[in-house]
Structure formats: structure tokens, C-alpha cells
């Protein structure tokens, strides 16, 4: 069994979640952010959420849900993100924007829910924001200018790697670039609490590959 926790990000397909949680996945998430290609509608997040609640994980039935239903924003107003989580029974949001730790603060208070601040990195410097947020959770993307995840593209783990094997263990989610291929390497580098893959997994922008996801897990088995 995988030491590390896996969230599949990213959904669109209500069949896709459910595969995922069967698998054996930590998390789901949706995007609600405009900009991304994997945008859903809150009746169309619900509806991918909704469709893993009765699902198999680890070859046995689970009693309702049993994964983090996860919902992503990028500098959303706290109106929103707590319509959204409301309407699909949000148990985290990720913040992928530029959210103050205030403003982090106040949306987990309004929604309930467990709270995951995406930061960007680009170098050493990027490091020190860890220590600026007391969500629950950090979750560790790629740097591009253009784009805010999904990318593809690694940021170098010996950066991850650095940061108190308490603070990785306790709340790091790492993200970017990972895939099959790569996702051993990158548990064992930096030994996280969880891992975070979207298009590592896809055939096209928000549909997952079964063969890919099937692969994913059975590569994390023997950590």
C-alpha cells in the first residue's frame, strides 16, 4: 500500500471520478476557475462528485463518500466559493490565486471546509510563502506565467525536499508535471502528504486515460 495520499484533479467525467476513487483516491477535484479548459459548472461539478459516492475503493463498498470532494478556485470571491460549496458538498477548497492568508482564513470559516493554498514555484524564494499560510493544507505547483496548473512542467523537488519532513508530511501536496513516469521519483524525493496529478493522467484537457490512471496507482503500490 502507497504511503502517500492521491488527489486526481481536474474531473469532468462523472465516470472518471468514479474510477479514480476505485482506484484508490484520497481527493477529487473540480475547477471552477473561468480561465481553465477543465471549468465546470457548480450543476456539472456536483454531478461528477455525486456519480464516486457510491463507487468500490480498494476492492470493498464504503459507506457514502469517502474521499475529499475538493473544489478549485483562483481568486474567487468568498460569495462564490461558498455558494459552490455548498451546492456540491465541497469537504475542501484549493485557493490558486493570489488569496491572503486573511482571506484564506475567511473562506474556510464561511464554507467549513478544509482549506488548500496552492503556491507557485519558481525558486528558493517561492519556498518562503509555506511558512505565510495556516491552511490546512499547501499544495506545491509549477511556475508559468501564463497558466496556474496543468501545465505538465516539474519545478525542482530538492526545493520541496528542503522544507521540514514534519511540515511535508503533515500537510504538502505536490503537484506539477507528475505522471506514471515520474511519480515514484517524486514520492521519494520529497515524501509528501499527498500528490496531486491532472493532465499526467489525461488523453485531452479533462479526460482521463483508465490505462493511465490504473498505471499511476500501480507505481505508488511498492512505495
Not at 456536483?46 to 457514502?64: I, K, P, T
Request: hydrophobic content about 40%; glycine content about 10%.
Amino acid at each position: 500500500m502507497s504511503i502517500v495520499r492521491v488527489k486526481i484533479c481536474g474531473l469532468t467525467r462523472p465516470g472518471d471520478a468514479e474510477e479514480a476513487v476505485r482506484l484508490g483516491a484520497w481527493a477529487l477535484g473540480v475547477i471552477f476557475a473561468p480561465e481553465s479548459p477543465r471549468r465546470l459548472s457548480i450543476k456539472q461539478a456536483a454531478a461528477v462528485l455525486d456519480a464516486a459516492g457510491d463507487g468500490m475503493r480498494a476492492g470493498r463498498m464504503q459507506a457514502g463518500d469517502d474521499f475529499e470532494r475538493v473544489g478549485v478556485f483562483v481568486n474567487a470571491a468568498a460569495d462564490e466559493v461558498e455558494q459552490a460549496a455548498h451546492a456540491c458538498r465541497l469537504s475542501a477548497v484549493q485557493l490558486h490565486g493570489e488569496e491572503s492568508p486573511e482571506e484564506c482564513r475567511e473562506i474556510g470559516e464561511r464554507t467549513g471546509c478544509r482549506v488548500i493554498k496552492a503556491l507557485r514555484v519558481s525558486g528558493p524564494d517561492s519556498m518562503a510563502g509555506v511558512v505565510s499560510f495556516d491552511t490546512d493544507y499547501i499544495l506545491l505547483d509549477t511556475y508559468h506565467p501564463g497558466r496556474r496548473g496543468g501545465t505538465g512542467e516539474i519545478f525542482d523537488w530538492n526545493l520541496a525536499a528542503e522544507l521540514p519532513a514534519s511540515e511535508r508530511s503533515a500537510r504538502v501536496i505536490l503537484s506539477g508535471g507528475l505522471d506514471p513516469d515520474n511519480i515514484a521519483e517524486a514520492v521519494r524525493a520529497v515524501m509528501p502528504f499527498a500528490v496531486d496529478i491532472s493532465s499526467g493522467v489525461e488523453s485531452a484537457p479533462g479526460i482521463k486515460d483508465p490505462a493511465k490512471l490504473e498505471n499511476l496507482f500501480d507505481k505508488l503500490k511498492d512505495i
